[in-house]
């Protein structure tokens, strides 16, 4: 795996957060079909590149009953400025 691919992916990623919204990164996942390694590898870098922001929400999956904390990515920037 190499830079190109890791920015491809931080690519998709952008994307459809640019399309979609907040979006977990367990949905991400789904949506993409990037594998888990990849897709930390391309968050990491769009959070590097101040251009998306990482949080832990209390949401849907807590009351789903599981009982745990989501890590929701959101958009810091507009798309205009990421190529």
Known sequence: MDKVE???AAGEV???LDG???LSITDI???LNLSEHLLYLAIGWLCREDKIHCFE???EIEKEGKGKKRH???KRIPS????
């Open 57 to 59: 929400e209390d949401g």
């Open 29 to 31: 996942q789904k949506k």
């Open 6 to 8: 890791i920015g491809h």
């Open 80 to 83: 205009a400025f990421f190529g």
């Open 14 to 16: 952008w994307r459809l």
């Open 20 to 22: 979609e919204g907040d």
């Open 72 to 74: 929701i990515c959101s």
